[in-house]
């Protein structure tokens, strides 16, 4: 093989599963290499889920496999540069991980994977906080274990600090620095709201986005979410929020949640969509949960508008134009429910159209 082309061993190496790069790749550097440049177009190790949660080893029980965190350490570069950097920020106390709420205990990692006949659950326990270099070189190694994988789906108690990603990567531009998940669940609240969102846009590669976020963010945090989904929303297929946010990166996400205690935002959304020039970076599909629904006023730009009652559920739909180029056209679909024995709430539902 080393005397075929590269581009035909890249060929070859595009066949392989992750298992089986695994095993070439051990073989010499010069195929450890070749791997590592081309990775991002290879096979990944996959797992069903992906958990990050707070907790102490007592409450876990004993169906889990522990993964001793030295198992993981590979050969890293560290210049004198890079290790006064990560000896500042070990003297400084900065936190691998951030939380919402509770004391910084023992953070636990679970992932399980699909593969084989039977489910296999593996943990990891991290320190919070970094106490000297070893510690760093666990973490810097780990994080880069865990981007180059993909997951499934996975839930968030708490996110890995994005200044601690940055302090053990060193712009490192060789190196994808973003968890690969299908559907990622994720809180914001408050005391973590910029660096969450931060983490989301930066740090995750997913295809549908759950953010529940809390009722007490400010007016300044709700901006910064609004533009982060209109101008970045593209990076996700689906960002679904429990709030409202949704203009400037809303792009990186394919479809957007959003649960939210009033419609302020929505015609926000409404009037930009009308009048953008340019609509590309905005998420394509975003969902509003609203608790309790109020009548929604319809926009005066509203096209082809049908009202019907099916039971106990109203539904509005329509469609807009942009008023600078009419083939960018988005739907609405307006769904008011009263069911019986639950709380009144509607669901808005607005989606980019191929046209």
């Known amino acids: 093989m080393l005397s075929l082309p590269d581009e035909v061993q890249l060929d070859v190496l595009k066949c392989l599963n992750f298992n089986q790069l695994f095993s070439v790749r051990q073989t010499n550097f010069y195929f450890r290499n070749l791997i590592n440049k081309y990775e991002g177009g290879l096979a990944r190790m996959t797992f069903e889920a992906h958990f990050l949660k707070i907790g102490t080893t007592t409450q876990l029980p004993n169906l889990y496999k522990f993964v001793e965190l030295e198992s993981g350490i590979f050969e890293i570069t560290l210049n004198d540069q890079l290790k006064q ?15 919402n709420s509770g004391p910084n205990r023992n953070f636990i990692l679970i992932q399980k994977t699909s593969s084989g006949s039977q489910d296999e659950d593996y943990l990891l326990i ?3 906080i970094p106490k000297n270099i070893k510690e760093m070189i666990i973490a810097r190694c780990w994080l880069e274990h865990l981007f ?5 789906w996975s839930v ?3 996110i890995f600090n994005p200044e601690m990603i940055n302090i053990l990567f060193d712009n490192d531009k060789s190196i994808s620095l973003k968890l690969n998940i299908q559907l990622t669940n994720l809180d914001a609240e408050k005391k973590n709201f910029e660096n969450i969102l931060n983490f989301s846009f930066n740090h995750l590669s997913t295809s549908y986005f759950n953010l529940n976020i809390s009722d007490d963010i ?8 609004f533009n982060k989904i209109i101008n970045e929303g593209s990076k996700f297929s689906q960002i679904r929020l429990n709030l409202v946010k949704i203009i400037n990166e809303g792009s990186k996400f394919s479809q957007i949640w959003l649960n939210s205690s009033n419609f302020a ?3 926000d959304i409404i009037e930009y969509i009308a009048t953008a020039r340019d609509c590309s970076k905005m998420a394509p599909a975003i969902i509003l949960r609203i608790p309790s629904y109020t009548n929604h006023k319809l926009s005066e730009r509203a096209e082809k508008v049908e009202i019907k009652q099916e039971g106990r559920v109203k539904y509005t739909n329509y469609q807009i134009s942009n008023i600078y180029n009419s083939k960018v056209k988005f739907s609405f679909r307006n769904e008011e429910k009263n069911y019986i024995n639950t709380k009144p709430y509607s669901e808005f539902k607005i989606r980019k159209m191929k046209v």
């Open 85 to 99: 950097k990560w000896q500042a920020a070990v003297d400084k106390s900065i936190p691998l991980f951030l939380y």
């Open 126 to 128: 991290f320190p919070s």
């Open 148 to 152: 180059k994988c993909t997951f499934g």
């Open 156 to 158: 968030f108690d708490c």
């Open 218 to 225: 400010t007016e300044q945090h709700t901006n910064i979410l």
């Open 265 to 267: 935002r929505l015609y």
